[in-house]
């Protein structure tokens, strides 16, 4: 029973254009969300976050909204650069009994930026 | 800058055969987290430490899997006996613990079970 779902493995996006990666999750007890953003061989890098009383998040290229009544947030990258080209990691926490706060990530969606 | 320090970055080892992984965490961090991420999936939480007590082990198979913060700063990682269903990346996160505030990853570890 995944809890977070990304549902596109992939997508690709001309060089300069604007990404969109989606991001579902089902559970009504999360109240904060992040994107990583990941190389092969690497750990997964923090991007951006927002919490559940906000709407949307912006930092420089980056945008996320938060659409809590679809339980569904999306992350905006503009203008897309090749180096954007990763596999982009949606995740969700919430505040469970004695401080448990583990992350709850989707499968990941493979962003291509085409030159 | 800071970062999470993991090792090794890759280990080779026999089915039904010890293995540890160690994680220091970025200095000041009191939470750290252990996950493990199968390729094509997402990471999954095994164990976070508070500090050195265990806040949650749900997902840790405790048959085979021990973990351990003693002093409350870097952590080991155990499996005995290895199973092939083992081979993973182990990554190891920490964070400042405060609800809201980003995990920092290392670069993880890869084991292969042959």
């Known amino acids: 029973d995944q809890q977070v779902k990304q549902n596109s493995p992939s997508l690709s996006v001309q060089e300069g254009r604007i990404s969109i990666l989606n991001c579902d999750y089902t559970?009504?007890?999360?109240?904060?969300f992040l994107w990583y953003k990941k190389y092969p061989a690497e750990g997964p890098t923090f991007l951006i976050s927002?919490?559940?009383?906000?709407d949307k998040n912006e930092d420089g290229r980056f945008t996320v909204f938060l659409n809590k009544s679809a339980k569904h947030l999306s992350l905006h990258i503009v203008p897309s650069q090749p180096g954007d080209s990763a596999v982009y990691f949606c995740a969700a926490s919430g505040r469970a009994g004695g401080g448990a706060d583990g992350l709850t990530f989707g499968k990941g969606t493979h962003l291509i930026i085409q030159p | 800058e800071a970062e999470v320090a993991q090792s090794p970055r890759y280990k080779i080892t026999e089915k039904s055969q010890a293995v540890a992984f160690w994680c220091d965490p970025i200095?000041?961090?009191?939470?750290l987290y252990w996950y493990r991420q199968i390729l094509g999936q997402g990471p999954e939480l095994l164990v976070q430490?508070?500090?050195?007590?265990?806040?949650?082990d749900s997902q840790l198979p405790k048959d085979r899997f021990s973990a351990e913060r003693l002093k409350g700063v870097d952590s080991t990682l155990k499996i005995q006996p290895a199973e092939l269903g083992d081979s993973a990346m182990y990554l190891c996160a920490s964070s400042l613990g405060w609800f809201g505030t980003e995990a920092f990853f290392g670069q993880g570890t890869r084991l292969t079970v042959v």
């Open positions: 430490f508070q500090d050195e007590s265990v806040v949650d």
């Open positions: 559970n009504s007890m999360f109240d904060y």
């Open positions: 200095s000041g961090h009191a939470t």
């Open positions: 927002i919490s559940s009383i906000k």
